[in-house]
Nanobody, 123 residues
Framework: QVQLVESGGGLVQAGGSLRLSCAAS????????LGWFRQAPGKEREFVAA????????VYADSVKGRFTISRDNAKNTVYLQMNTLKPEDTAVYYC????????????????WGQGTQVTVSS
């Protein structure tokens, strides 16, 4: 059974940093894509970043490009999201996802999800 467990969320002031972790178990990812999405209250789930496990190619939403970095640790089977220069509009529940989406930005094409971790950025 595949499990994705996020951690690292919290409350931070604008301009600060957080690093989210997504520890995965129960699956060898191979060519899978690991993605981060976020959802703010009353808004749709939004793509943040994605990484292909083999090769490590990455893609980012325009809203986070240059501020967020997705990376992986193969030995720990863990994906990270380093978030710098945080803004109040980054406030959301952040979810880790895994799968073989046709389009990495499309949340419903991922097969596995974590429970989410809250990120709150105060102004």
């Amino acid at each position: 059974q595949v499990q994705l467990v996020e951690s690292g969320g919290g409350l931070v002031q604008a301009g600060g940093s957080l690093r989210l972790s997504c520890a995965a178990s129960g699956r060898t990812f191979g060519s899978d894509v690991l993605g981060w999405f976020r959802q703010a209250p009353g808004k749709e789930r939004e793509f943040v970043a994605a990484l292909r496990w083999n090769g490590g190619s990455t893609v980012y939403a325009d809203s986070v490009k240059g501020r967020f970095t997705i990376s992986r640790d193969n030995a720990k089977n863990t994906v990270y999201l380093q978030m710098n220069t945080l803004k109040p509009e980054d406030t959301a529940v952040y979810y880790c996802a895994a799968g073989n989406p046709i389009a990495a930005v499309t949340w419903y094409q991922y097969g596995y999800w974590g429970q989410g971790t809250q990120v709150t950025v105060s102004s």
